[in-house]
């Protein structure tokens, strides 16, 4: 069942209180969008309604870690990241327990506009030595990388989307830590591959349908989803590299410091012999519904498509 990834953590960390008396919930004035509400209506002594002053909230959710509790601070991914020296020394540099949540990530949350839309969040946070990035592309990713965040002892910013995400993983699937999971492959393997689609959050979906559609045309593409941002796991990107024609990058962020720049790194660092086509936001985007803000912006299917497939010798 479609979801959205911020849904679904808020059903997660309801679900994880039961259990873990040390989870606190901080918000700024946004429970019912970042869906936090549940946990407010159920545990209220457990949380803080901070109001409209994401700075002070990540001041006090770092003293409630260094008392020892677990806080996840929630906010819009624009708004966090707009109090980014704050982060720097309170939770970064201090490798706090701090748990950061950014939702309404991306051009995915539509007729906002630009002020609400999160596009250099992940570069910013991937900067930050100390902090983990993660982006889950549907529910049973987002359920599993929540319980493995409130597991980890540091600082974890985790981007999550407006928009409902259709299911990639079923129930029997294993989330593993900066792990690039492969979520599409054709049926008949090649021996080389037209390209390795390496996509994150949003647009994982376009891109399996863009692969869906190329096969049917006799080209085999494959569809990788990397949920984690930072770290980042170079090493499939090597051997990605080695039986593909190109990768192609697909991020609802922009295109610099995101998980293009993350492959671009990752590629060149290993000698990786092969071209990165990066499809991404590279200015600021209108105000629109979701599906006609990726359609200008080359984030739908066809769009991906067309990269896997420009410019072959």
């Known amino acids: 069942m479609a979801k959205a990834t911020r849904e679904s953590f808020g059903e997660t960390i309801l679900e994880a209180a039961a259990d873990n008396p040390r989870l606190v919930v901080l918000d700024a004035d946004?429970?019912?969008?970042?869906?936090?509400?549940?946990?407010?209506k159920k545990y209220p002594a457990r949380h803080l309604e901070l109001g409209i002053a994401e700075q002070n909230m990540i001041g006090v959710a770092a003293g409630l870690a260094l008392s020892g509790k677990v806080p996840v601070l929630a906010s819009f991914a624009c708004f966090l990241i707009g109090r980014?020296?704050?982060?720097?020394?309170?939770?970064?540099?201090?490798?706090?327990?701090?748990?950061?949540?950014?939702?309404?990530?991306?051009?995915?949350?539509?007729?906002?506009?630009?002020?609400?839309?999160?596009?250099?969040?992940?570069?910013?946070?991937?900067?930050?030595?100390?902090?983990?990035v993660l982006q889950p592309a549907d529910h049973e990713e987002t359920r599993?990388?929540?319980?493995?965040?409130l597991a980890h002892e540091g600082p974890v910013y985790l981007r999550l989307t407006r928009q409902k995400m259709a299911d990639l993983h079923g129930p029997d699937y294993?989330?593993?830590?900066?792990?690039?999971?492969?979520?599409?492959?054709?049926?008949?393997?090649?021996?080389?591959?037209?390209?390795?689609?390496?996509?994150?959050?949003?647009?994982?979906?376009?891109?399996?349908?863009?692969?869906?559609?190329l096969e049917k045309k006799g080209f085999a593409v494959r569809v990788?989803?990397?949920s984690t941002l930072s770290p980042f796991d170079g090493e499939a990107v090597?051997?990605?590299?080695?039986?593909s024609?190109?990768?192609?990058?697909?991020?609802?962020?922009?295109?610099?410091?995101?998980?293009?720049?993350?492959?671009?790194?990752?590629?060149?660092?290993?000698?990786?012999?092969?071209?990165?086509?990066?499809?991404?936001?590279r200015e600021f985007a209108e105000s629109a519904?979701?599906?006609?803000?990726?359609?200008?912006?080359?984030?739908?299917?066809?769009?991906?498509?067309?990269?896997?497939?420009?410019?072959?010798?």
């Open 174 to 213: 294993k989330w593993g830590f900066n792990k690039i999971d492969v979520v599409f492959e054709p049926a008949k393997k090649p021996a080389k591959y037209l390209a390795t689609i390496v996509a994150s959050g949003g647009p994982v979906p376009h891109a399996v349908s863009a692969a869906k559609e």
């Open 84 to 132: 980014l020296e704050n982060i720097r020394i309170s939770a970064a540099y201090n490798k706090t327990n701090m748990k950061l949540v950014g939702t309404h990530a991306g051009i995915g949350i539509g007729e906002d506009g630009t002020s609400q839309m999160g596009l250099e969040d992940m570069a910013a946070m991937r900067a930050l030595p100390n902090m983990v």
């Open 289 to 313: 519904t979701p599906e006609e803000l990726y359609e200008k912006y080359g984030l739908t299917a066809a769009a991906v498509a067309e990269a896997c497939l420009k410019n072959l010798g």
């Open 238 to 243: 090597a051997r990605f590299a080695k039986d």
């Open 224 to 226: 990788a989803n990397a």
């Open 144 to 149: 599993q990388a929540v319980y493995w965040m």
């Open 30 to 40: 946004l429970s019912k969008s970042t869906m936090t509400q549940a946990f407010m």
């Open 245 to 281: 024609q190109r990768l192609v990058t697909v991020e609802d962020h922009n295109v610099n410091g995101g998980l293009g720049s993350a492959v671009c790194e990752a590629a060149c660092e290993r000698g990786a012999p092969v071209p990165v086509v990066r499809l991404g936001l």
